[in-house]
């Protein structure tokens, strides 16, 4: 039903307030409504018209009928409100002769003729909220940061590889028992090929290594950052996807003092100076020998207990094991065409929201991935 001033029994400054708010928000809404001439003409005459309009029914109320002792403050209100009417209606007018065929000029440039949704000019904008670096790709840029600084540069690589790339060229015979390890996820149909040019999805970045060491001839210094894939059921700790930095240094008389003090360096660079390292080891095929590298555990400072209690996140140990790394096998470099009695190098590789859990303190890996903004709007 369309709006009429209502009729007051008191005139409390109160419900005067409550009839001035009330009577401006009808205002403002039938206000929004005008669009031509024809619609701007009903709308003036029935706030401002001479008979019966919304004005004249105001200055009814607020003069006329008022107490004698109300006279004055009902006066001063109803001259305020016919300013507000009239400054409305002026506005209104503005806006369908100016504002909106600037409006639908614009509009009819990117929509069909007409198509286009009718707007509301008088509604607040849209405010588009600042975009934050994602956490994984937060942490992928530091690591990638630390070894810029020693003046390592950045290769990348397909992720849709081949046999040959991801397996066979790192020391991965057919059949290996090795390839177990990595659980693969293959791509369709592929049987008709030879096993080498087969496709599958990267399990680790390390193709990009071979790949490198084919174009570029020592000495060789690179990190690989991006995306892997295994065939791993999501839960806390596993994703199907996730992410991996992994380097390559080959060169003249490099030996596994030179990783040593590299990772202990990166590793000193992305969690703190009083961080240390160790060295366990381990087995990758295109490494000989390998290790895994552990750091001091960063929540009890390695001492593994933590608020006179055991440390949950190194179970007490005092150590966190983080990623691997070795030096490169001879047999590798037979792929590549090096000489492997003249180079020697090593390699490494992390995962990134392992990293990440640890600095931020995330305790479940889906949630770097399920697209919470609540969660990421934290590292903004
Ligand atoms: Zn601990």
Partial sequence: MAYTAPKLTDYSESTLNEFTADLLKHLEAEAAKVDDEATWKA???????????????????????????????????????????????????????????A???????????????????????????????????????????????????????????????????????????????QDTLFIANQESKPLRDRLLLRTHTSPVQIRTMEKMRPPIRVVCPGKVHRNDAPDATHSPIFHQVEGLAVDTNITFCDLKGTLDH???????????????????????????????????????????SRCPNCKASGWIELLGCGMVDPNVYGFVDYDARKVSGFAFGMGVERIAILKYGVDDIQLFFNGDVRFLEQFG
């Fill in 43 to 101: 709308f003036r005459d029935r706030w401002m018209g001479r008979n019966n309009s919304i004005r004249v029914q105001v200055k009814e109320i607020l003069l006329k009928a008022a107490p004698p002792a109300e006279k004055p403050r009902g006066g001063a209100l109803y001259n305020d409100i016919e300013s507000r009417i009239k400054d409305r209606v002026g506005r209104a007018e503005h806006s369908y002769k100016n504002v909106r065929p």
């Fill in 103 to 181: 409006l639908n000029e614009a509009l009819s440039s990117v929509f069909p003729a007409v198509t286009f949704p009718r707007l509301d000019i008088t509604l607040p904008g849209i405010r588009r909220p600042l975009g934050a670096e994602h956490p994984v790709i937060k942490t992928m840029n530091e690591i990638v940061s630390v070894f810029r600084n020693l003046g390592y540069s950045v290769e990348e690589g397909p992720e849709i590889e081949t046999d040959y790339y991801n397996f066979e060229a790192l020391n991965f015979p057919p059949n290996h028992p090795a390839r177990d390890t």
């Fill in 266 to 308: 990166a590793m000193k660079a992305l969690f703190g100076s009083s961080v240390k390292t160790r060295f366990y080891p381990s087995y990758f095929p295109f490494t000989e020998p390998s290790a895994d590298v552990q750091i001091s555990c960063i929540f009890c400072g390695g001492t593994g207990y933590r608020d006179g």
